[in-house]
């Protein structure tokens, strides 16, 4: 059995009082997958079923379109993304062993989540502040300049925000 069947939903998840704020039309069923993955940080299995069901699409669509955007994911991620920039500017300025310290720090490969669901890490194409270069988000907090060396303490700065 794959880890995206076996993680449970959030107890306060309430996937019909979800569905009750569209219309069963399928033009929102990115809408409804963006709220299902920001609910429950991945869009399990059981969802996907549920929601073809209530816009009337076969599961293939709703699973092509689960699968098509990387900002949806069918195993969970952590409470925290961390992004690394690995456009040329970044990348030219030491992305890769700013990546190279993520991954050490973390003990995950770029994809991965920790295994107290605290951090899931992945590699973007440009997060658009090459002045920046080398450029990692965490939530979309942008940290510029970055290098190895900074990593750690950017973490553990993170890791103790509520």
């Known amino acids: 059995m794959s880890r995206c069947c076996e993680v449970p939903l959030p107890p306060a998840f309430d996937l019909e009082a979800l569905l009750r704020r ?37 599961e293939s669509r709703v699973f092509g379109v689960a699968t098509f955007y990387k900002a949806l994911s069918l195993t969970p991620r952590g409470r925290k993304t961390v ?34 669901g605290a951090f899931s890490l992945e590699t973007v194409n440009c997060l658009g502040a090459c002045a920046l270069a080398p450029v990692v988000t965490v939530e979309d907090t942008p940290y510029g300049t970055m290098s190895p060396a900074k990593v750690q303490a950017m973490l553990e700065e993170r890791d103790h925000e509520a």
């Open 22 to 58: 569209y219309p069963p039309h399928p033009r929102y069923l990115l809408a409804i997958l963006q709220d299902v993955q920001s609910a429950c940080r991945f869009l399990p299995r059981t969802v996907l079923g549920r929601v073809a069901e209530y816009l009337r699409v076969p």
């Open 83 to 116: 992004k690394v920039c690995m456009g040329t500017a970044c990348h030219l300025r030491g992305a890769p062993k700013v990546l190279e310290a993520l991954e050490a720090a973390l003990g995950i490969r770029s994809g991965g989540t920790t295994e107290d």
